[in-house]
Each structure stands twice: as structure tokens, then as C-alpha cells.
């Protein structure tokens, strides 16, 4: 009985998270990931204990606590940057030396690309649309490539290593990967990724870009010079941890409550501007994927799909990879991720999996707009100035992805055969 009322509540939770509405019942994202959480516990699916990892074996529990603390830790040394005007500075530079719209594309391509690369790519995305919108409108420049470029660039940057987005937080702690290796691994992906994302928005839009050049002048911003040094400084030791090896959740919040300590000024507004919403969303889908894991639906989906993978390593992986696009975008990438983290030790090559895995979910978020949810915080940002629909979404994020997903692959498999 448990068995059918998990995998009902399931897809009742997929309907929100779809993106999709219910009849007399007004729940977003979060607020049916919460519901469904909710529903898991009181039917019984999962225990109390479970939940909060009270129970008596340390591996049955469902909120992975360490991707909750990552996250938190990068978003409150995010919204101090923010604080310090950095991310306001960055995009003046790039304004300044940007001397055409096709440049300024190519310019916020590659800072979005490259900010996500080490911070959270939605809060990246978060900080970076009222600043790109500002800055079009003022050069009377279209804003839909732009912030395609800002939510584009900032999946594929993501790529490079595991504090890029939340579903390579998840094969983190699954994987038990470091984080040297798995950047040395992915780096390269990442990049060429971002290469071919901004040649694929430079071409599809070329007829909406002028090629004259215009001179703006934006206005320097107010920089904190004490906590920008300080921030920056703190962000420098936390990456230099997690290529020690140590525990990177607790890495990322020691080094927040060290900003937070020498500040010098209420941390309310940091804390403010840390996206709790988010972290609820994620604490409950890992309640409602737990669930479903536990009545073996994971397995049953891998024995479904297993024919695609069936055959020999190099067989298996592309049919993995595939599996991992398309899923994405029906499940959604972090759900999926939670789902599939239980198959990659079952491959040939476990390793080469983690990396497909993070690979195919992340540049999965560029082909639908509700591929990932960096893409809707751009857009919801932008709402009453670009109209950006599921189609015309879909017109740019599918030859992009498909080319930059076959690019990212054959990286990647040519690396693990090298080395």
C-alpha cells in the first residue's frame, strides 16, 4: 500500500514542480515540493526519524544536510559580495570595455559563465539580471539575448566544478569525488560549453545586434573596498579548502560566519538576501525523492531504461548520457539527479558516470525554460519587459544545448581515455 501512496504522491509533487496548476489549489514550486514532503511523512512513507536522521541506521535519513549547509554557506558569501558592490563593479567592466552589443554579448556570456563556475549559479543569476537589464536598456540594446546569455552561460560555467549549481552539490556527496579531481575533469567541458553557447546566441541573434558601436558610460558604483578585500579574500581560503579536501559544506559556512563576524555590520541584510525559499524547495523534494527511492521506484526506472544502456562501456555511457538530457527536462535536473545518483555505481565506469551525470543534467537546463531553475529567475525577473515564452525558449536552447552537450561529451570521454 505504502509502495502506491509514494509513487502518488510523487506524481502529484511532479505537477508543480513541472511548473504546472491544479485546479483550486495555487501552489508554485516550492509550495508543492513542501506539500508533498508533507504528505510523504503523514501516510507513513517515511518516518519522523528518517527525515531528520534520528534513525538508528546513519544511512537511512532524507535531507542530505551537507548540500543544505553548502548552499547556505556560498549564498551568504554571495549576498556579501553583493553587498560590496562586486557584482554591480564586474558588470560596469565589462560595460566599459564592451564597445558593441555583440561584444557585451560575448562579455556577459563569459563573466555569467565564470562567476558560476565557483558560485551558486542561481544566485549568480539572482544578482546579475537587474544589473544586465539596467545596462541594455541604457544602450537601447534588446534585452532577450542578453539574458539568455546571463542564465545560459551561467548553466554551462556551472559545469566546472561542484559548488556550480545544486545537482553537482548532490552527485558530491554522493560520489565522494574531490573536488580537484572532478574540477580537472570538468573545467574544459565547461568552457568550450560556454564557447559554443555564446557562438550559438552570437549567430541565432545576429540579425537583432547592431554591429555600430556605442559608448556607454555607466556610473561607478559605491564600492565597500573593506568588505569587498575581506569577502573576496575568505572566498579565496574556501576554495583553497575544498582543493584540500576538506568537508566542503562546513568549509563554505566557516568561511560565511567569518565575513559575517568581521563585517562590521548587521548581518540581517545578508541573511535577508540568502534565498530561503530555495533551500525549503530543495529539503523538501529530497523528503518526497526519498520516498519513492525507498519503495525501489529508482530501480524500477533503471531496469526500464537499461536497454539503452546495455552493451559495452562506450555504448552504455552515450545511452546514460542521453537518458540524462532528455530526463532533465521531463523530471527536472535536480529531481532527476536525486533519482539517478543510486545508478552510477551499477556502470562499468563509475567515475566517467558522476562526470556524465553532471555534465548531461546541467547543459540540460538550456534547452527548456523550465529546465533549470536559474532560467526561470532570470526571466520572472524580467517579466513586463521580455516576454520570453516555453517556444521561444525552445528556438535557441535546443540547438545550443544539443551542440554543446555533443562538445562537452567528447571532451569528456577523450579525457578519461587519456588520463
Known sequence: MCRAVALAIFLFTYVFIAGARLPYLKLDRPGGALLGAVLMVVFGVVTPAEVFNHSADANRHAIDADTIVLLLGMMLLAAYMSQASFFRTAGAWAVRRAHTPRRLLLAVTFISAALSAFLVNDTVCLMLTPLVLATVEDARLPPAPYLLAVCMGSNSGSVATFTGNPQNMLIQG???LSYAS????????????TAVVAAGLLYLFRHDLPVKQFEPNPPPPPVDRGLLVLTLTVLSGVVVAFFAGLPMSWSALAG????????RREPREALERVDWVLLLFFASLFVVVYGVNKHGYAEDIRVLFEPLMAGPPLRETLGFAGLTLVASNLFSNVPFVMLARTWVPTLHDVELGWHVLALGSTLAGNLTLVGSVANLIVFEAARGKVNMSFLRFLRVGLPVTLVSFVVGLSVLLVEHALF
Open 182 to 193: 572532478f574540477a580537472a575533469y570538468m573545467a574544459l567541458p565547461a568552457l568550450l560549453s
Open 256 to 263: 560565511a560566519a567569518l565575513v559575517m563576524a568581521l563585517a
Open 174 to 176: 554522493a560520489s565522494g
